[in-house]
């Protein structure tokens, strides 16, 4: 069964950075496509990018492009997003995906087969 562990939300001053990470185990990593997403309060899930296989293909929500980055390192079993010029909007608990598909599918919640359990960003202003 995979497994995934999100770490490194915090509480951050509008303008600074974090970098989340999330470590897959119970398969093998590079057979799965691998994603974050994000729920604030009072709204629903909502996708945030994802990565392909190999990492040759990336895609994100227009509201965070050009500020957020997505890798991975297939070799460590993690994913990272590296989260630039935060704002207090990108308030969210922030959860980590993994799923064989890579494409559509991964706009919503529902095509998505595997979470963790979510780690917390906290932007204020």
């Known amino acids: 069964q995979v497994r995934l562990a999100e770490s490194g939300g915090a509480l951050v001053q509008a303008g600074g950075s974090l970098r989340l990470s999330c470590v897959v185990s119970?398969?093998?990593?590079?057979?799965?496509?691998m994603g974050w997403f994000r729920q604030a309060p009072g709204k629903e899930r909502e996708f945030v990018s994802v990565i392909s296989w190999t990492g040759d293909s990336t895609y994100y929500v227009d509201s965070v492009k050009g500020r957020f980055t997505i890798s991975r390192d297939n070799a460590k079993n993690t994913v990272y997003l590296q989260m630039n010029s935060l704002k207090p909007e990108d308030t969210a608990v922030y959860y980590c995906?993994?799923?064989?598909?890579?494409?559509?599918?991964?706009?919503?919640?529902?095509?998505?087969?595997?979470w963790g359990d979510g780690t917390q960003v906290t932007v204020s202003s």
């Open positions: 119970g398969d093998t990593f590079s057979r799965y496509s």
């Open positions: 995906a993994a799923d064989r598909a890579y494409g559509g599918s991964w706009l919503t919640e529902d095509g998505i087969h595997y």
